[in-house]
């Protein structure tokens, strides 16, 4: 039985962008929101950096609630 061998020629795909949020509502502090926005940006930050020219990983944003 002859084995069949098959090159891959598919580039390997980019990781997405993904989109987070954190929501902000009454009584929220400003430490509950800057330790873990900072986790997902300072990730986004080096994945840039070890793949020049590649999209960020992680897009973060602040939505507040209001009254």
Known sequence: K?????KNTTRPL???????????????EV????????????ASDMHVQAN???APIYSVEVVSISS
């Open 2 to 6: 002859a084995e069949r061998r098959f």
């Open 14 to 28: 980019e990781p997405k962008t993904r989109r987070i949020l954190f929501v902000s509502g009454p009584g929220v």
């Open 31 to 42: 430490l509950d929101l800057v330790g873990p926005l900072q986790v997902f940006a300072r």
């Open 52 to 54: 020049p020219g590649s």
